[in-house]
Structures are given as structure tokens and as C-alpha cells.
């Protein structure tokens, strides 16, 4: 089966900064990979996914990454503010089951404001 | 909100109770999932039903029962449950669930906070 791997576990930066989370996968027939967001008391939110077929995803200042020939792909959250503080969770899965994923660990952020 | 609604928010019960969890999703998905969450652990994948056909069991505990009636509503069925089943419950739902369905992203609930003493 699928195995994710998610570093680092925690990671905090100060207000301004960049903070770049990173995943690895073992299955190559994964092709779709959501991020998603998870503040304390409530579900995961997913924030930006990407699908086997592109690179490289953008939205505002949240960018993901994906190199499928090395089986990992990453987050980019630039220019951090207090309220990007959360539990942020990579996933792996396919396109046709977006809901049946493989979660990584989790890696808790926090923005120092 | 994300269109998904889990109830109850918080749940504590006893080791020989019996209790269920409900999902209900306004989406118009015909995918449902019941994911667990524990401390220090990442996601668990339970069970994923599709078109209200159960197309996964990931080796649940029979003390676990899940139900879906239609494609809206997915129950979980709780019965002599251990201290270790205490967890954050997460419903999920999603477009398609067989090959060559649609690409959609998943939703989630905002969970069961369930503590069994």
C-alpha cells in the first residue's frame, strides 16, 4: 500500500517568513495530492492539491510542487502570517478517489508574530 | 463550513454503551468516508463507501458498524468500545469513487471528539 512521509514534524518561522513542508510517496500510481489545513477544534480543510500531471501550482501564497520521478512533492507558504498557524497534512491518493487518501504525520506551524 | 455535518460534536460513553455518529453531506457526492484521528498518529482510513456500497473496510474492529442509507447519509455504529477507540472521528465525502469518475477534492466534517472511559 501507499506510504507517506511528511517532514518536518514541527516547524516555526517568524511573521514574514517563508515555511516549506515536504512529502515523499511510495506508490507511483498516486496521482492526486492534497494539502490541507487543520486548526485546533475542527476538520481538515483542504488548502491546494495538485494532480500527477503538472509541476508546479499556485495560489496566492500557498504553492505546491510535485517531482514524480523522485516521488515528492511540497508546500510553499510564503510570506507567513500568525493566522497560517495550524496542523498542515500532505496526502496521497488517486483521481478517482480523491476522499481515500494516505495521510503523512502532520507537520504543526506556527507563525511568531 | 464545508457542507459536511457530523453530529454529535463531543461524545463520552462507556466501554459497554452503544452509540452512533451521523454524517450528512449537502454536496451532491456519491463518495463517503470515515476517517479516525488519533494523538500523535496521522489519518486513519476506516471505511469508504461509493453509490452506498461499502468498497473498503481497512481492517476495522467488528465494534465498529458502519451504515449508509443513501448517498447523503453515512452513520457510524459504536458498541463496546475500548479506551483506545477514543479519537477524533472525521467524515469525509467526494465526487466519484469509481474508475473514471470525476476529479474532485474531499471534504471533511468537523469531527466526533469521542472518549470512551
Known amino acids: 500500500g501507499e506510504n507517506v512521509e511528511q517532514h518536518p514534524s514541527t516547524l516555526s518561522v517568524q511573521e514574514g517568513d517563508s515555511a516549506v513542508i515536504k512529502c515523499t510517496y511510495s506508490d507511483s500510481a498516486s496521482n492526486y495530492f492534497p494539502w490541507y489545513k487543520q486548526e485546533l477544534g475542527k476538520g481538515p480543510q483542504l488548502i491546494i492539491d495538485?494532480?500527477?500531471?503538472?509541476g508546479e501550482k499556485k495560489d496566492q501564497r500557498i504553492a505546491v510542487t510535485l517531482n514524480k520521478t523522485a516521488k515528492h512533492f511540497s508546500l510553499h507558504i510564503t510570506e507567513t502570517q500568525p493566522e497560517d498557524s495550524a496542523v498542515y497534512f500532505c496526502?496521497?491518493?488517486?483521481?478517482?478517489?480523491?476522499?481515500?487518501?494516505?495521510f503523512g504525520d502532520g507537520t504543526t506551524l506556527t507563525v511568531k508574530p | 463550513e464545508t457542507g459536511v455535518t457530523q453530529t454529535p460534536r463531543h461524545l463520552v460513553m462507556g466501554m459497554t454503551n452503544k452509540k452512533s455518529l451521523k454524517c450528512e453531506q449537502h454536496?451532491?457526492?456519491?463518495?463517503m468516508y470515515w476517517y479516525k484521528q488519533s494523538a500523535k498518529k496521522p489519518l486513519e482510513l476506516m471505511f469508504v463507501y461509493n453509490f452506498k456500497e461499502q468498497t473498503e473496510n481497512n481492517s476495522v474492529p467488528s465494534r465498529f458498524s458502519p451504515e449508509c442509507p443513501n448517498s447523503s447519509h453515512l452513520f457510524l455504529h459504536l458498541h463496546t468500545l475500548q479506551p483506545e477507540d477514543s479519537a477524533l472521528y472525521l467524515c469525509?465525502?467526494?465526487?466519484?469513487?469509481?474508475?473514471?469518475?470525476?476529479?474532485?477534492?474531499?471534504?471533511f466534517g468537523q469531527g466526533t471528539r469521542l472518549t470512551v472511559v
Open positions: 495538485i494532480r500527477s500531471n503538472v
Open positions: 496526502a496521497a491518493s488517486l483521481n478517482t478517489n480523491a476522499g481515500k487518501s494516505t
Open positions: 469525509a465525502s467526494s465526487q466519484g469513487g469509481r474508475a473514471g469518475g470525476l476529479n474532485t477534492e474531499a471534504f
Open positions: 454536496l451532491g457526492h456519491n463518495a
